[in-house]
């Protein structure tokens, strides 16, 4: 008989950050008989709108749904362009495909991942309506320039800010500066109600569309009589309640990604050729997860997963996706490195200082060992 050592502990790529509370607040909704948007959802929606200084918050079902909503309530020309990073998730390019608009891909910046501003202003044409900045891996675009270029040729801006609730660009909460913007609560985001998403905007009629679009085309449930075509883009309020006790928990969430960031960065000093994901210097971050570039990533992906640690790929360019490729092919260089180069490590709660030190330690073994 042969002694083996016991199997690693597996570090996944991701774990929610759930206890009692949440189970507390979704039992309180369904003894209270109110499972379809109610009370929880319009004190949710008001502790958001005072956290982000944002005039006026709706939700939608998810993060895809609410950019889709969003683009309803803008009324864009059907075939018109919206330009989008390629480095992004698919949601992002879908949510305009299906508002009948044409996605135009924008490369981006090596170093922070988001959108290319010079890129940007250079693919805008006579037909373009729209810009849909996103907000990678949580923090925040360089959205200043971006609403620079907007507003000097008259384009409306959706801001995908899916990664970056609790996220500030100088002081100003993502999500705040374009027409509308977009927040997930996803499983795997900063806070969650397992799906769902909310979205801002100051204007006050804008909000109105979206009242009516998302509620059927009535301005309040329990009549029949529909002024305008619409929707039921609602939640529940199970979810809601959860996001109530999610909200709470931000500041800690926030502290204890941040902690982790830090970790990392200094256990992978110097080490190969890894290269991590910069922060622009007027965006805060919530780290969505670790993220950072190197040549060696399939070899890398592979030695982690035989140690039972989870690391994650870089989205695949949109201007690659089968559905999405234009004729003639375009090229947008860094978007397609990091799609070859990127791998993220986890930074959930659950990850403790050993977690993140023995990860580090595997990546450092690995270059030791080329």
Same mark, same amino acid.
């Given at each position: 008989?042969?002694?083996?050592?016991?199997?690693?502990?597996?570090?996944?790529?991701?774990?929610?950050?759930?206890?009692?509370?949440?189970?507390?607040?979704?039992?309180?909704?369904?003894?209270?008989?109110?499972?379809?948007?109610?009370?929880?959802?319009?004190?949710?929606?008001?502790?958001?709108?005072?956290?982000?200084?944002?005039?006026?918050?709706?939700?939608?079902?998810?993060?895809?749904?609410?950019?889709?909503?969003?683009?309803?309530?803008?009324?864009?020309?059907?075939?018109?362009?919206?330009?989008?990073?390629?480095?992004?998730?698919?949601?992002?390019?879908?949510?305009?495909?299906?508002?009948?608009?044409?996605?135009?891909?924008?490369?981006?910046?090596?170093?922070?991942?988001?959108?290319?501003?010079?890129?940007?202003?250079?693919?805008?044409?006579?037909?373009?309506?729209?810009?849909?900045?996103?907000?990678?891996?949580?923090?925040?675009?360089?959205?200043?320039?971006?609403?620079?270029?907007?507003?000097?040729?008259?384009?409306?801006?959706?801001?995908?800010?899916?990664?970056?609730?609790?996220?500030?660009?100088?002081?100003?909460?993502?999500?705040?500066?374009?027409?509308?913007?977009?927040?997930?609560?996803?499983?795997?985001?900063?806070?969650?109600?397992?799906?769902?998403?909310?979205?801002?905007?100051?204007?006050?009629?804008?909000?109105?569309?979206?009242?009516?679009?998302?509620?059927?085309?009535?301005?309040?449930?329990?009549?029949?009589?529909?002024?305008?075509?619409?929707? +039921?883009?609602?939640?529940?309020?199970?979810?809601?309640? @959860?996001? $109530?006790?999610?909200?709470? /928990?931000? #500041?800690?969430?926030? !502290?204890?990604?941040?902690?982790?960031?830090?970790?990392?960065?200094?256990?992978?000093?110097?080490?190969?050729?890894?290269?991590?994901?910069?922060?622009?210097?007027?965006?805060?971050?919530?780290?969505?997860?670790?993220?950072?570039?190197?040549?060696?990533?399939?070899?890398?992906?592979?030695?982690?997963?035989?140690? +039972?640690?989870?690391?994650?790929?870089?989205?695949?360019? @949109?201007? $690659?996706?089968?559905?999405? /490729?234009? #004729?003639?092919?375009? !090229?947008?260089?860094?978007?397609?490195?990091?799609?070859?180069?990127?791998?993220?490590?986890?930074?959930?709660?659950?990850?403790?200082?050993?977690?993140?030190?023995?990860?580090?330690?595997?990546?450092?073994?690995?270059?030791?060992?080329?």
């Amino acid at each position: 008989m042969t002694n083996q050592e016991p199997p690693k502990k597996r570090i996944t790529q991701v774990d929610l950050f759930l206890d009692a509370e949440e189970l507390e607040k979704v039992e309180r909704s369904v003894m209270d008989r109110w499972l379809t948007e109610g009370p929880n959802a319009a004190k949710l929606a008001e502790l958001i709108r005072d956290y982000t200084k944002t005039k006026h918050v709706v939700f939608a079902p998810n993060g895809t749904l609410g950019l889709f909503l969003g683009l309803l309530g803008l009324d864009l020309p059907r075939g018109s362009e919206i330009l989008i990073p390629a480095f992004t998730f698919y949601g992002s390019a879908m949510s305009a495909v299906f508002a009948g608009l044409k996605p135009v891909f924008v490369d981006c910046y090596p170093d922070t991942y988001n959108i290319d501003v010079e890129d940007l202003e250079r693919k805008i044409t006579p037909a373009t309506r729209a810009i849909m900045p996103v907000h990678i891996y949580g923090q925040m675009c360089d959205i200043e320039r971006v609403m620079d270029v907007a507003n000097r040729h008259g384009l409306a801006v959706i801001e995908d800010a899916a990664q970056a609730f609790g996220v500030h660009f100088n002081g100003k909460h993502a999500g705040t500066f374009g027409n509308v913007g977009v927040f997930s609560f996803f499983s795997d985001k900063s806070i969650t109600m397992g799906e769902g998403s909310a979205l801002f905007t100051q204007d006050d009629a804008l909000f109105e569309r979206l009242k009516l679009l998302r509620n059927q085309g009535r301005p309040n449930s329990g009549t029949f009589i529909h002024p305008e075509h619409g929707m +039921n883009f609602r939640i529940t309020d199970l979810q809601a309640g @959860m996001g $109530l006790v999610q909200f709470g /928990k931000l #500041d800690r969430i926030r !502290s204890r990604r941040n902690e982790l960031w830090r970790l990392y960065a200094s256990e992978l000093a110097g080490v190969g050729d890894i290269k991590l994901m910069q922060v622009h210097p007027s965006s805060d971050v919530i780290p969505f997860r670790v993220a950072f570039t190197t040549a060696h990533k399939a070899d890398l992906e592979a030695f982690m997963r035989e140690e +039972n640690i989870e690391t994650r790929g870089f989205f695949y360019p @949109m201007h $690659l996706q089968p559905k999405l /490729k234009s #004729d003639p092919p375009v !090229s947008l260089p860094v978007s397609e490195k990091l799609s070859e180069t990127g791998l993220c490590l986890p930074v959930h709660h659950h990850i403790s200082d050993d977690d993140a030190r023995r990860v580090a330690a595997t990546i450092r073994t690995f270059f030791a060992n080329r």
